[in-house]
């Protein structure tokens, strides 16, 4: 099977009013015609104005955006915390195959040794059933109508009670006409099995480095459940946090969602080391198939379950997902707190 | 710069008939891309999203209890695939 996998972000929302509340600094910027050898000490950097290029400041690229929908008006925590915390509700239903891969599974070093020599060029997931215990529950099959009428398959994670964390992908496609027209969204979904019930929502976030510049980097956004609609005060709810290099790169990436190829009302699974790290990119040979955009790439100490990134690519090189760096994490945060 | 695009297809099977609700996924490719697979309509359309064109992919079509795997070489968001089925 083909590992498949591969850039800046401003969180935008669909226009329903939850926009940044954060003040972006606008940096000084002298503009000098130099035609001497006029000294460029000290000069600060701006960026070329050419025609299709649209980001013209990258520091605002995880700016929020919506499609403009809400259903209501909800205060914002002010939470600073760069490790949010989920809720698996029911701890003693937690699965064998995530403890399995926790992220401290050096305990078990010929277990993972095993899984790394043979990833290479064959299929390892593995398929999670039943997906009635946290965490596998609070994954979500995305059933998706674009602007256009097209439809897609994706996956989703709760991390409150209303508001799943998905790829940028998943809810603004641009050249299928912006925002989406609707995501239906079912938790634990197992074959014909909907053990959380679904239901649908067009309140969409993500950020302008994904919608406006199509950003590798930002692609990750965010769907709004209705109130009556609250699978993750049930279902229990993904914590996601900010980890630097060497953590990242030491620790063993759980990744789960509904590939295509099953059929997309699967889940299946996989783990492993990721194999490198960027600024905002974690790249894997964790196998995915398309339908698994969207999925939590997370780390488990315990019973800790921390999202440190949103799977969104494919490619033989590696697959790989957004990196949940200080911006991200303030987003997901702001997100968050909007389906309480 | 690179370039990304959409690019239409429509899906028949040997008769001629358009079939739908067959899931179609990029398996490999050129460059990278997105980790997502369209659902066909009713008339056998569905559609490759934000991929470098020009660019090399293989799609697996997925549907009616069945696989099939589909080499293409897209050109332009001009392009038509037309795959039987």
Same mark, same amino acid.
């Given at each position: ?25 606008? &940096? ?97 997931? #593995? ?43 998943? #809810? ?58 609250? &699978?993750?005060? #049930? ?16 620790? #063993? !990436?759980?990744?789960?969602?509904? &590939? ?11 783990? !492993? ?59 997901? !945060? ?7 | ?11 028949? +099977? ?17 460059? +990278?891309?997105? +980790? ?50």
């Amino acid at each position: 099977m083909s590992s498949k996998s591969s850039t800046t972000s401003r969180s935008t929302a669909n226009g329903n009013g939850h926009g940044s509340e954060t003040s972006y600094e606008e &940096p000084s910027i002298s503009q000098k015609s130099s035609q001497g050898s006029e000294s460029n000490s000290g000069a600060e950097t701006e960026i070329e104005k050419v025609e299709g290029y649209n980001i013209s400041k990258p520091w605002e690229s995880d700016k929020e955006v919506s499609n403009g929908k809400e259903f209501a008006a909800f205060e914002t925590l002010g939470e600073t915390s760069l490790e949010e915390t989920g809720t698996s509700l029911s701890g003693s239903e937690v699965q064998l195959l995530d403890a399995f891969y926790a992220s401290y599974s050096e305990l078990i070093p010929e277990a993972k040794k095993q899984m790394e020599e043979v990833i290479i060029g064959t299929d390892n997931r #593995v398929r999670i059933n039943p997906t009635t215990s946290f965490p596998w529950r609070a994954i979500c099959a995305l059933k998706i109508t674009a602007q256009n009428g097209s439809r897609w398959i994706g996956t989703g994670w709760l991390v409150s009670p209303r508001t799943v964390i998905t790829a940028g992908h998943c #809810v603004f496609m641009h050249d299928q006409g912006g925002w989406a027209r609707s995501i239906e969204v079912i938790p634990a979904m197992n074959d014909g099995s909907r053990p959380h019930g679904s239901g649908s929502s067009s309140v969409l976030r993500s950020v302008t480095g994904w919608t406006q510049n199509k950003n590798r980097e930002n692609d990750y956004g965010a769907i709004i459940l209705p109130a009556n609609f609250r &699978p993750g005060a #049930v279902t229990g709810s993904f914590g996601f946090s900010v980890k630097d290099d060497a953590y990242l790169k030491s620790s #063993v !990436l759980n990744l789960s969602g509904y &590939p295509g190829d099953k059929g997309g009302n699967q889940q299946w699974f996989m783990a !492993l080391k990721p194999k490198s790290v960027s600024s905002r990119i974690i790249t894997y040979d964790i196998d995915t198939m398309g339908g698994q955009s969207g999925a939590p790439v997370w780390i488990k100490v315990g019973e800790s379950r921390s999202a440190v990134g949103i799977h969104t690519n494919g490619h033989t090189s590696g697959n790989s997902a957004t990196r949940i760096v200080t911006a991200v994490f303030n987003n997901l !945060l702001t997100w968050k707190n909007l389906g309480l | 710069m690179e370039t990304r695009g959409s690019v239409k297809g429509i899906l028949k +099977d040997e008769s001629g008939k358009p079939v739908r609700d067959a899931i179609v996924m990029i398996v490999d490719g050129s460059s +990278d891309f997105n +980790d997502m697979a369209s659902v066909s309509n009713d008339e056998g359309e569905f559609y490759i999203s934000n991929v470098v064109i020009p660019g090399r992919y293989v799609l697996q079509i997925q549907g009616n209890d069945q696989q099939k795997r589909k080499e293409v070489n897209l050109s332009s968001t001009d392009t038509v695939i037309k795959i039987t089925y």
